[in-house]
C-alpha cells in the first residue's frame, strides 16, 4: 500500500482558499486518492476521491498530476466550521479493501 | 440519508472482560470494517469483512479479536479479553462495492464506541 506524507498542521483564515498537498510516491496504477475529514470525537467523513487529473464536487477540489506521485485537496473559501483532521488515502477500490490513515493535517480556521 | 449506527455511544469494562461493539451498516453495503483510534493518535485499520468472512486483518487484530455478522443487519467486534492498551475509540464503516466494475468505494464511518478498560 502506498504510504501518504501530509503536513501536521495549517492555519487559515474565514473564507481563504487552503490547499493541502499528499505525497504517495509508490502509488500504483489501480490505486485511486480519497480525502476523509474527521471533526473531534466522530468518524471519518469522505470528502473527495480521484485517480487523475481533476475532481470537483461541491465542497472541495482535488488536483491530481499526471505522474499522481501527489496530491492537492482544495477547500475554497474555509469557515469555522471546516476546522478538522483532514487525510489522504491512498488504495485499490477493487483491490484489498484496507485503507491506512496517515497521521493527517489538522486544519485550523480563524476568525 | 443512511448511516452507519454504533452501540453503545461508551463502553467501560474491567481488564479482562469480554466486550461486544456492536455496528448495523448502512442496508444495501456489502463490505464491512472496523478501525480503532487511540486518543490522540491516528485512525488504524483493524480488519474487513466481505461475504461473511474476513477479507483482510491488520497486525492489530489477533486472536483476542474477533468479527461476525450474527444476522443481516449487525456487525460485531468482539474483544475477548480487554487490556488496558485496548482504551479507544472503535469505528465500524462500511461501503458497496459494484462487481467488476472499479469505481469508487466511499467508506461510511459510524460514530463510534469509546471503549475505556480499567
Known amino acids: 500500500l502506498a504510504k501518504t506524507t501530509q503536513p501536521i498542521s495549517m492555519d487559515s483564515y474565514e473564507g481563504q482558499e487552503v490547499n493541502i498537498t499528499c505525497s504517495h510516491n509508490?502509488?500504483?496504477?489501480?490505486?485511486?486518492i480519497t480525502w476523509y475529514q474527521q471533526f473531534p470525537s466522530q468518524g471519518p467523513r469522505f470528502i473527495i476521491q480521484g485517480y487523475k487529473t481533476k475532481v470537483t464536487n461541491e465542497v472541495a477540489s482535488l488536483f491530481i498530476p499526471a505522474d499522481r506521485k501527489s496530491s492537492t485537496l482544495s477547500l475554497p473559501r474555509v469557515s469555522l466550521s471546516d476546522t478538522a483532521v483532514y487525510y489522504c488515502?491512498?488504495?485499490?477500490?477493487?483491490?484489498?479493501?484496507?485503507?491506512?490513515f496517515g497521521t493527517g493535517t489538522r486544519l485550523k480556521v480563524l476568525a | 440519508e443512511p448511516e452507519v449506527t454504533q452501540t453503545p455511544s461508551h463502553q467501560v469494562t474491567q481488564m479482562g472482560q469480554e466486550v461486544i461493539l456492536r455496528c448495523v451498516p448502512i442496508s444495501n453495503h456489502l463490505y464491512f470494517y472496523w478501525y480503532r483510534q487511540i486518543l490522540g493518535q491516528k485512525v488504524e485499520f483493524l480488519v474487513s469483512?466481505?461475504?461473511?468472512?474476513?477479507?483482510?486483518k491488520s497486525e492489530i487484530f489477533d486472536d483476542q479479536f474477533s468479527v461476525e455478522r450474527p444476522d443481516g443487519s449487525n456487525f460485531t467486534l468482539k474483544i475477548r479479553s480487554t487490556k488496558l492498551e485496548d482504551s479507544a475509540m472503535y469505528f465500524c464503516a462500511s461501503c458497496v462495492i459494484k462487481e467488476y466494475v472499479r469505481s469508487y468505494n466511499e467508506q461510511f464511518f459510524g460514530p463510534g464506541t469509546r471503549l475505556t478498560v480499567l
Open positions: 469483512f466481505y461475504n461473511n468472512e474476513i477479507s483482510e
Open positions: 509508490n502509488i500504483a496504477t489501480n490505486d485511486y
Open positions: 488515502l491512498v488504495g485499490d477500490p477493487a483491490g484489498t479493501y484496507k485503507y491506512i
